[in-house]
């Protein structure tokens, strides 16, 4: 499907009314700067705030969808991205504000037939201290590690493999986005669903890189901090972590990662932890929409998916050529 060359922004939103007038001045700002044609889009996840009408009364050339009832982010991004018409997709949180030139080293990167999307540098929002870099694939047992950051120490031109790309801030292939069918709406409400679509492209054939060079800044957990308890957080995260090794593990790997999963759960048992209990019997009650991603990732492949682990060594190969720092 052709589409023209154009950026699409897709900012998801839920109760957004004091991060939008921070965020979509500079947003304009860096998309005139691109040169491009382009387009806004506001997915509201059913706000309880003033976002709708404001967006209404000061951006009415956005395009706005008011989702009728609270799901979460994989939902709402969805919703805006399979209306996105540009080449280019931006998947830009609430609660980030770009800088002035961030588009300027990253659409060369899609004259690469396989790039699937690049991401740049997150910092703080008074500050410069870096809250993302490029993700790193490690493993604790058969478990994936999904904390994983990295900057190159040489600020040049030489691309950079990234694990994932963050939710956050990601420009993507709007053709491979929408044919991968968007984010997976079964990590809903939030966590973890950006880690699975990256991998679902990189076992597909496609690359995710990060910029260094293209900056954004982040007020620091705004948008779920002010709605959701800790243990709600925790139950969901690792909910997801769990959908993401039941989906994409190799088989052979499934009965140790279970093994693990057992163990672990009779430890958080003993320390009286049962937030991970809770998560594990989300988990299992899920199982049948699990079986279902992982058969769907099987069929829509035209080609031998490549397994989680020839992923992570394909990507820790290429960081492996120049000099960076981890953490």
Not at 150 to 178: H, K
Request: positive net charge; proline residues 4%.
């Amino acid at each position: 499907m052709y589409l023209p060359k154009g950026i699409s922004v897709v900012i998801p939103n839920y109760n957004g009314r004091l991060l939008l007038p921070q965020i979509l001045p500079p947003l304009y700002d860096a998309l005139q700067n691109a040169g491009l044609e382009y387009e806004v889009i506001i997915s509201d996840d059913a706000s309880t705030d003033a976002s709708v009408a404001y967006i209404k009364a000061a951006y009415p050339a956005i395009k706005l969808i008011e989702n009728p009832v609270n799901r979460g982010f994989a939902p709402t991004a969805n919703a805006g991205i399979f209306v996105a018409t540009y080449s280019y997709t931006l998947l830009l949180n609430s609660d980030v504000k770009l800088t002035t030139h961030y588009f300027q080293f990253l659409i060369s990167y899609f004259d690469k037939e396989d790039c699937f999307g690049v991401m740049g540098r997150i910092i703080g929002w008074d500050d410069d201290v870096i809250q993302d870099g490029g993700k790193y694939p490690y493993f604790h047992g058969v478990k994936i590690k999904t904390s994983g950051n990295y900057i190159p120490l040489q600020d040049d031109a030489r691309p950079c493999f990234s694990m994932y790309l963050s939710g956050a801030n990601a420009l993507m292939n709007t053709t491979i986005l929408q044919s991968l069918g968007g984010f997976n709406e079964l990590f809903a409400p939030y966590y973890v669903e950006d880690y699975e679509l990256s991998l679902r492209a990189w076992r597909m054939g496609y690359i995710c890189y990060y910029e260094h060079r293209a900056i954004c800044r982040h007020k620091t957990s705004a948008s779920i901090a002010s709605s959701s308890k800790k243990e709600k957080v925790k139950i969901i995260y690792n909910r997801n972590k769990m959908f993401l090794h039941a989906i994409h593990l190799p088989a052979h790997l499934l009965l140790f990662w279970k093994m693990q999963l057992g163990l672990e759960a009779f430890i958080h048992i003993c320390f009286g932890k049962l937030f991970y209990i809770k998560a594990l019997m989300a988990f299992l009650g899920k199982r049948k929409q699990v079986a279902e991603s992982r058969a769907l990732l099987k069929k829509n492949s035209v080609k031998r998916l490549l397994s989680v682990q020839e992923v992570a060594q394909k990507i820790n190969a290429q960081i492996s050529r120049f000099p960076i720092q981890k953490w």
